[in-house]
């Protein structure tokens, strides 16, 4: 495995792996352990808290300190929180520690990892990419990586826990071996960030700010859309399962572990095409992505109603589409806004505003009492194409 950039990316891929595996596991945590749903929405939670520190902090910190260090703290973390998640199965304090582990993880590979194998993907380490090539590239590669670890953790974690032995266990062993492995292939990237740097007499508070989050393409095409990346990825694999539980019955992990493959597969299949799609629409593929999710959660609002298994899958694909498309556009817009030394920065605190949307299947669990689900998902439907409005007119009025 000559190129460093996809060494640098089994550490993205073996920490998405450990971030998402713990999602097809609910309902079993809920069977098993007697967790309330309150009790399950209080681990998702904490994982988005950990998350947010390991975005913000982990790019300044590499900055300081090189991008290889971070990503290799990342991983032990990854691997650190398995190992809390597989011993204290039975203890809510254990659980939310491991949660939180897990989210700090994810938050370095997304902001430090995403940073890294985009400085890869450039002819001084990737001589066999076409220069023109290097920006698609950067923005793809690090998606890719994390969406078929997010997905591949979540299907192989589902599938042992209703097919094999030791089903609170066996999950999070697999993934430390994974990550342990990564380590050995991690170790060896070459550094693009040199320690220190014109940053190194300046305060960590000082290298925390981000000035570029004010760039008027930023505010008004990147901010309106990135919320959406992960509330429609968490419908499709969180809000959907719930539903169609009562109706799939004994099956609802493997149901929940199917959907959950299915969404963030379709979501990984659609990235390499993204390029295209913004080529075809002219550099509107933010636009089309949210225009897919907008198809989705309309798609996700009739299941909500006749609760069909079927639909519910077809509506989780296309909110996978949506989810692939938008991360990767996205991501492109602030890799073209970012220089050398805000680019670790920016990401995170894109990867920070795309995660607020994890939320979002939390608050409709709290809103369900008021109203149901069907009309909930169409108050997301027109908040969504509000946010299409907003920026397919950012895009026109911030184009060069």
Not at 81 to 94: D, E, F, W
Not at 298 to 319: D, E, K
Not at 354 to 382: D, E, N, Q, R, T
Request: glycine residues 12%; contains cysteine.
């Amino acid at each position: 495995m000559r190129r460093p950039w996809l060494r640098a990316s089994s550490a993205l891929f073996a920490i998405a792996w450990g971030g998402n595996h713990f999602t097809p596991l609910l309902h079993l945590y809920e069977v098993n352990f007697h967790y309330s749903v309150l009790a399950v929405d209080v681990f998702l939670g904490t994982y988005v808290a950990g998350l947010v520190p390991g975005l913000l902090l982990g790019g300044a910190l590499s900055d300081r300190h090189g991008r290889r260090p971070l990503v290799l703290a990342g991983v032990l973390l990854s691997a650190a929180a398995s190992i809390v998640l597989a011993v204290g199965s039975a203890s809510a304090v254990a659980m939310c520690g491991g949660r939180f582990l897990a989210g700090a993880s994810v938050g370095v590979a997304m902001s430090v990892g995403t940073s890294w194998v985009k400085e890869l993907s450039g002819p001084r380490f990737d001589p066999t990419l076409a220069p023109e090539g290097s920006s698609a590239a950067g923005a793809r590669r690090p998606a890719l990586a994390l969406t078929l670890g997010f997905g591949l953790g979540a299907g192989v974690a589902g599938s042992l826990a209703q097919w094999g032995p030791l089903p609170s266990v066996l999950p999070y062993a697999v993934h430390v071996v994974l990550a342990l492995a990564s380590l050995a292939l991690v170790a060896s990237v070459p550094e693009t960030k040199s320690a220190g740097g014109s940053r190194s007499s300046r305060g960590l508070w000082d290298d925390l700010r981000v000035p570029l989050v004010g760039h008027e393409r930023f505010v008004r095409v990147v901010v309106p859309g990135a919320p959406w990346i992960f509330a429609t990825a968490g419908i499709g694999y969180a809000v959907i399962p719930l539903l169609e539980a009562p109706v799939v019955g004994r099956w609802a992990l493997a149901y929940a572990t199917g959907l959950t493959v299915l969404t963030l597969g379709v979501g990984a299949v659609v990235q390499p095409f993204v390029p295209r799609i913004n080529a075809l629409t002219h550099g509107r593929a933010g636009v089309a992505g949210l225009a897919a999710m907008l198809v989705g959660l309309l798609a996700a609002a009739g299941n909500a109603v006749v609760l069909s298994p079927w639909l519910g899958a077809l509506a989780a694909a296309i909110l996978g589409a949506a989810y692939g498309t938008c991360l990767v556009s996205g991501l492109g817009e602030v890799q073209s806004i970012a220089g050398p030394d805000d680019l670790a920065g920016l990401t995170g605190v894109y990867y920070s505003l795309s995660y607020l949307g994890f939320l979002l299947p939390i608050v409709l669990a709290g809103l369900a009492g008021f109203a149901p689900y069907a009309v909930l998902l169409l108050v997301v439907a027109a908040v969504c194409l509000a946010c299409l409005v907003a920026v397919a007119r950012g895009i026109r009025s911030t184009a060069a």
